[in-house]
């Protein structure tokens, strides 16, 4: 074998891998803009607190959350209880928290 066929499966080899890298991770995509718009906005944000994976917003109007496409964007459930939703997100969790904080 020659280089070039050396080279061509190294890269097709590295294809492979980051295939199975970004397959691995299921909440890569998390649009952090629309999930703030799926909670009625930023200014229908009270505050926000996070525990492990999970992420707790209280709401000034919880009518406006769209629970079922809060989920359709990864969430792995939402729970609500009076003016607050507990959003099971996985690790974005304090990373959401973070973007929501910066953008009041």
Not at 18 to 29: H, Q
Not at 60 to 84: H, P, R, S
């Amino acid at each position: 074998m020659n280089y070039v066929e050396y080279i061509i499966i190294g890269i097709v080899l590295v294809v492979i891998l980051f295939a199975l890298i970004k397959a691995t991770k299921k909440d890569a995509g998390l649009d952090f803009n629309k999930l703030v718009e799926m909670l009625g906005g930023k200014d229908n944000i009270i505050s926000t607190e996070t525990n492990m994976s999970r992420f707790k917003v209280t709401l000034k109007d919880v009518t406006k959350a769209n629970k079922e496409g809060i989920q359709k964007l990864g969430a792995k459930g939402v729970v609500e209880i009076d003016n607050q939703l507990k959003i099971i997100l996985g690790p974005e969790s304090k990373q959401l928290k973070k973007y929501i904080d910066e953008i009041k």
